[in-house]
């Protein structure tokens, strides 16, 4: 796994104080950005650890709710700023997963210099494979915007 990648996944939330029953959530604001915080603490909860308050958080929610949640989710999407898309973790590790199954390598030249992945069709938090090309930056200039 790329050292990138590791890093991104260390950031995900696991047995911890971010799936606590007692966090407070806050937002969107006016950037779509949530904000969350230990209502006991008065603190940002600790992403890898567990403190002596913490209670696992259960729910009823349904595969439908889940649904809605993720077309909620989509319809952020498509009225956030492009920029701060690229920035989301969803982002990052999607483009990574696609870099990995292109072996790091331009579609094009099969370079692995300076690859990044890129949009053919801007469909932010729904891509697939078919919505975007690995490119490394000599191909990216030649390439039809």
């Known amino acids: 796994m790329k050292k990138e990648n590791k890093i991104l996944e260390d950031k995900l939330p696991k047995n911890c104080c971010t799936f606590c029953s007692h966090l407070s ?38 595969t439908r709710d ?35 199954k292109h072996n790091y390598s331009c579609s094009l030249c099969n370079s692995s210099e300076d690859v990044g992945v890129y949009h053919i069709n801007k469909k932010l938090g729904r891509e697939t494979d078919d919505d975007v090309i690995v490119l490394c930056s000599k191909c990216l200039e030649k390439y039809p915007k």
Not at 29 to 57: A, G, L, M
Request: aromatic letters at 16%; glycine letters at 2%; a negative charge.
């Open 25 to 62: 959530l806050e937002g969107p604001d006016e950037n779509f950005r949530y904000y969350i915080k230990c209502i006991i603490k008065n603190t940002i909860p600790n992403p890898s650890d567990c403190c002596e308050c913490f209670s696992q958080e259960h729910t009823n929610l349904t």
């Open 66 to 100: 889940l649904d809605y949640l993720y077309l909620d989710f989509l319809e952020t999407s498509l009225r956030i700023k492009y920029e701060d898309y690229l920035d989301s973790l969803y982002w990052q590790l999607f483009k990574e997963n696609i870099l990995k």
